[in-house]
C-alpha cells in the first residue's frame, strides 16, 4: 500500500498515512493530533520495489 505524507493546516504537524487507493480516494484525511480535516498533501519522492528475474 503506498505511503502518502501530509501537514496539518492547523498544528502544523506533519504525518504519514498509509492507505489503499480506494481510501486514498475518498479524500477524508484527518490530523491524528488534532483531528482537524484541513490538511495538505506534501510532494514527495517515492522508490518502487520490483521483482526481477534473472
Known amino acids: 500500500m503506498p ?4 501537514i496539518c493546516e ?3 504537524k506533519p504525518f504519514t498515512l498509509t492507505l489503499k487507493f480506494s481510501e486514498y480516494e475518498k479524500k ?3 490530523c491524528p493530533k488534532c ?3 484541513k490538511v ?10 520490483t521483482s526481477k528475474k534473472s
Open 40 to 49: 495538505r498533501q506534501q510532494v514527495t519522492s517515492f522508490q518502487a520495489i
Open 3 to 6: 505511503v502518502y505524507e501530509f
Open 10 to 12: 492547523k498544528c502544523k
Open 35 to 37: 483531528k482537524s480535516t
Open 28 to 30: 477524508k484525511f484527518k
